[in-house]
Structures are given as structure tokens and as C-alpha cells.
């Protein structure tokens, strides 16, 4: 990273950093003097070459997954794939119109089941357990002589739990329907061999998985592959299903990151079990911290924890331990995560909750950093319990959901305006914050300005505002040293 804070990396969940294998396969295929032909020339060995490497990167894929090569169709990500496996299917269908899918999907997989919704499709929404599985019964129970596509994920991204894929396309088979698979999160983090699973579709992506961004690709099972329509036209590559020229480079990152993968898999469970166990233990010895989905079958890799201390918020722990306060996906809204609603979380609980996930790079001393920023930020919420005050790092707009979930009715702004060029102004805050009911004050302090005409009016102004109150700057030191030097100052004069 080129921050001078070094990173503690634990959102492998998110993206993963592409391997530096990885990373030297794509560059051979970019200059003048590596295989940047396209790889449909194949009038010239340039053209030929790089077919033969996009071809070697589909048998690695397939590898992965227990597939064959031509059932591989690459795409720009998972999010393409899903809509590919989803719309595809729908466009061919002349009965057979009803899809079932769960309310734990990626917004990949529901925002195009709404899409199909208005297109003439009917869908149902399985519900969770508690614990966050999707059983086979809630899937028997849904399915019928009309239903078409069951669309389930392997592994859930916020909670890492792992569906019964084997058990349940029996039921879909038996109903004459196919069963899509969106599989982002699962591959190379546990074995899927598509024909033992009884697979039909699946959606892969290659930065969940140390490849690059921007490459995917879709299994379609041969025997099914005329009932899926292609969505995106052109010159017929791959083909027909996905037009557009295949981006060499990226393919072969995606082969060359599947191929590690596999050959990693097993041992990688092992060690990332023990991290994730010894950090989990760790932290659920502080107090006030829940497993989310504990009793399920999951995958060692992610973890899903809420923090039960009133005043708690996931950006309570710092900038230089990079984890999840929701999936990427949900994290610009700033809306509960659908997931850990699904599961019955109340809005409060989903916004104090944290996704940790460990990948290829984490390290004992990212654990140990984990725990110190957890341990810090349960200390500051105890003690902001009793005083109804807390120190914040500069917020967003964004974050004021998190913070009203977390139980703050108002706010206070400590830093000047313009200190810096990546922070947000004081008006935009202020607006979003009436939005939500949230009480917000502009208090601007000068750094290494505070006296005790800054530390009164500070004082005055907390007195005034309904608690807990939350008071922020840059790094969250100036709004602190306002409440040190106010508690100390009022300590003396009562002594
Ligand atoms: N499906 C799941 C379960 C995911 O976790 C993600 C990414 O977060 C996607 C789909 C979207 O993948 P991509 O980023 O490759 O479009």
C-alpha cells in the first residue's frame, strides 16, 4: 500500500490482491514482445498463440470445477455471469417462468430476479434459518411443475455459510428444473466438482480468487447450453453465448489463479482455520461479541461478528485494519445488509456488525492487530457508556446510518473544513444527519490550537446535546483531547 500506515488486510471477502504468478502470466501477454495477439486472428501465429493461451486458462478454469473446457464461457465477473445464467435462461423459456432464489443472494443474483420480475418471470425468495442455511426442505417446499431455475449460492459472502448444493439438485432435478450456482465466493476456497454436485450453471469470478478484476466466466453444462440466450451480441465468440474479443491477459490471469488455487486449497483451509479460530476465540473472550451463523456448516474464511456494546460501530476500529462493516456491495448505501436481516438481525445489530475474512497473505500479526483494534474499541465503548461521549476518526456522510443504528443522537464536527482535500464538509454532514434525526454541531478547532475557551465552549456545547454525543476530526485525537482536557478541567474545579 502507499499510505505509511501499513494495512492489515482481512477482507479477502471483498477482493483479493492478484498473485505476483498471476501477475507476471498477464504481463507476457500485453507488449510487443508477448502474446498480445487476438486471439480470433487465426490467420497469424500471433492470433494462434493467444488462442492456445486463452485455451490452456479454460482447461484450468474447468479443472477447478470439475468441468470440461467448452463448458466454459468467459465473462466480464460474476456479476455478468449471473445475468447471463439468469436472463439467458428466462429469454428461452416458453414455460417453465417461475425461478426460486433466497433472500441471501448477492444483489448480482435479486436485482435481476426483480429485473425478470417486470419482464414477465415469477420468483420466490427463500427464507433463511436462523443460523443462515437454506435447506433442502424450504427449497422442496417453493418448487413446482412451473418453476424453471433454482438460483442458490455455494458460500454466502457476508457469512461464509455453505449451501447443501448436492441435496438440492435432486429435488430441482426431479422437478425438471436446472440449478444455477453462483459460486464467487466459493471457488478455490472449497472443492465443487459441478457433475458430483449436479450442477447445471455456475458464476465464477477471478478476484475473489487472486486473479485480476474485470474476468469471470459461466459453466454452462453442454446438454443445457441452447436454452440459454446470449445477452451480449457481437462476433459470435464463444460460442455465441458471449461476444466481445477476449482480453487475453485477463484470462490467463484467471487460468493461472485457478490452477494456484487448486493446488493450494487443502492446506490453505487448514492454516486459515487456525487463524480464523484463534482470532474468533480471542475476540469472544472480550464480551459482548456474537458469531453470526456459528452452528452452520461454513467455510473457515469468513467470519461474521456483532458487536453488542451500545455506541459501537464498525469504523470504531481503525483505518489500518481493512475488514467489512457489510459486503461491498451494500457498503455504499449504507443500508443493513439484507443478509444479516434475513437471518432475523434487527437494523441495529446488522450495523454493528464486522465481516472478517482471512485469504492467501494474512498473517499471525494481522490476527493480533485484529484483536488489539477490537479490544480498543470495546474499551472506548464501555467507556462512552458512562459518560455518553465518544472520539471519532473523520466520517462520512455514508457512516451517520451506522452511527444512529449504534445508538448516537447527535454529532459534532471538530475539524475545520478544508483541512484536508479528501473530507467531506461539514454542510453534507449536517444534511444527512437531519435526514436521519441525528442533532449536528460545528465546533472547528485549529490543530494544536485547543485552550480552555475551546475546551469551555466544547463543554457547553455537550452539555446541550441530547447523549450519547459522537464528536469527530481527522484521526479522531483533537476530539478526544477536547473531552480529556474537558473531564480534567471539570475534576479539578469540583476537587
Ligand atoms: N456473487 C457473490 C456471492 C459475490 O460475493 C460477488 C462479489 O462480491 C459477486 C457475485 C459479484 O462478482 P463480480 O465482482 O465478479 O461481479
Redesign the pocket.
Known amino acids: 500500500m502507499s499510505d505509511t500506515t501499513p494495512l492489515h488486510y482481512l477482507d479477502y ?2 477482493t483479493t490482491p492478484a498473485d505476483p504468478r498471476v501477475i507476471e502470466a498477464m504481463t507476457a501477454c500485453l507488449g510487443a514482445d508477448g502474446i498480445f495477439g487476438n486471439p480470433a486472428s487465426s490467420s497469424h501465429a500471433a492470433g494462434r498463440l493467444a488462442k492456445d493461451k486463452v485455451e490452456h486458462a479454460r482447461a484450468q478454469v474447468a479443472a477447478l470445477i470439475g468441468a470440461d473446457a467448452d463448458e466454459i464461457v468467459w465473462t ?5 455471469s ?1 445475468n447471463l445464467a439468469l436472463k439467458g435462461y428466462a429469454e428461452t423459456a416458453t414455460d417453465k417462468r417461475h425461478l426460486i432464489t433466497s433472500r441471501l443472494e ?1 444483489k ?2 435479486l436485482d435481476t430476479m426483480a429485473n425478470l420480475s417486470t419482464r414477465g418471470m415469477t420468483a420466490t425468495y427463500l427464507t433463511p434459518t436462523a443460523d443462515g442455511e437454506i435447506t433442502v426442505d424450504a427449497v422442496a417446499a417453493a418448487i413446482g411443475p412451473d418453476t424453471g431455475l433454482v438460483s442458490l ?1 455455494l458460500v ?2 457476508e457469512l461464509g455459510t455453505l449451501t447443501d448444493i448436492g441435496a438440492i439438485s435432486r429435488i430441482v432435478h426431479a422437478a425438471g428444473a436446472l440449478l444455477h450456482v ?1 459460486a ?2 466459493a471457488l478455490g476456497k472449497t472443492p465443487i466438482d459441478v457433475r458430483a454436485l449436479g450442477i447445471d450453471l455456475l ?1 465464477m ?1 477471478a ?2 480468487v487472486y486473479g485480476p ?1 474485470g474476468i ?1 466466466a459461466l459453466f454452462v453444462r453442454r446438454d443445457i447450453a441452447a436454452r440459454i440466450a446470449p445477452q451480449i451480441h457481437g462476433g459470435g465468440h464463444e460460442r455465441g453465448l458471449r461476444s466481445g474479443t477476449l482480453a487475453t491477459h485477463q484470462i490467463v490471469g484467471m487460468g493461472t489463479a485457478c490452477e494456484l488455487a487448486a493446488d493450494k486449497l487443502e492446506r490453505e483451509a487448514v492454516r486459515i482455520a487456525a487463524l480464523g479460530a484463534r482470532l474468533k476465540d480471542a475476540l469472544l473472550a472480550l464480551g459482548d461479541i456474537t458469531h453470526n451463523a456459528a452452528a452452520a456448516r461454513r467455510i473457515p474464511h469468513t467470519l461474521s461478528l456483532t458487536v453488542n456494546a451500545p455506541g459501537f460501530f464498525p469504523f470504531m476500529l481503525g483505518d489500518a485494519l481493512a475488514v467489512s462493516s457489510t ?3 451494500n457498503s455504499t448505501s449504507g443500508a443493513p445488509s439484507h443478509v444479516l436481516t434475513a437471518i432475523g438481525l434487527d437494523p441495529q445489530s446488522a450495523g454493528r456488525t464486522v465481516r472478517i475474512s482471512f485469504g492467501r497473505f494474512t498473517t499471525e500479526q494481522d490476527v493480533d492487530f485484529a484483536i488489539a483494534c477490537f479490544e480498543r474499541a470495546l474499551e472506548q465503548c464501555r467507556a462512552s457508556a458512562a459518560t455518553g461521549f465518544t472520539a471519532s476518526r473523520q466520517i462520512a456522510p455514508a457512516d451517520l446510518k451506522a452511527i444512529r443504528n449504534a445508538g448516537f443522537r447527535a454529532v459534532i464536527c471538530n475539524r475545520p473544513d478544508g483541512e484536508s482535500a479528501d473530507q467531506p464538509a461539514f454542510d453534507e454532514i449536517a444534511a444527512a444527519a437531519r435526514e436521519l434525526g441525528l442533532d449536528a454541531r460545528y465546533l472547528p478547532v485549529e490543530r494544536d490550537r485547543i485552550g480552555n475557551a475551546e475546551v469551555d465552549a466544547f463543554g457547553a456545547l455537550v452539555d446541550a446535546l441530547p447523549k450519547p454525543v459522537l464528536a469527530y476530526c481527522g484521526s479522531g485525537s483533537r476530539a478526544g483531547m477536547l473531552w480529556n482536557r474537558l473531564t480534567a478541567r471539570r475534576t479539578a474545579t469540583t476537587a
Open positions: 471477502a471483498a466480464s465477473g460474476a456479476t455478468e449471473n448477492h448480482a443474483i449460492m454466502n459472502n453462483d464467487a465466493q458464476s469470478s478476484h475473489k478484476k469471470g459486503s461491498a456491495c
